[in-house]
């Protein structure tokens, strides 16, 4: 299954602009483990991670870290940025 993306993350710059919400990075970290970890609780051994914002990308490091305490998962985290252009 496509899971929802996620609506917020960490954008403490862009704070100057009124109705920004952002998450201090301990809690969009600790959002993306309870999803792992739920992710994982029912069944799925292979997660594909799209990240779309590069103030998240503190989230790959928290992968490499949750995968060390789960054996038997796979996870791939990706930076939509890196992928190859198509035109």
Known sequence: PVFPVMAYGITPYFRAFPGTITLRAQTYLSVV?????????????????????????????????????????????????SAPKVW
């Open 33 to 81: 483990r309870d999803i792992l970890d739920s992710i994982r609780d029912h069944g799925f051994k292979r997660i594909l991670i799209v990240n779309g914002h590069g103030g998240n990308v503190p989230a790959q490091g928290l992968v490499g870290e949750w995968l060390a305490d789960h054996p038997g998962m796979r996870i791939k985290f990706h930076n939509w940025w």
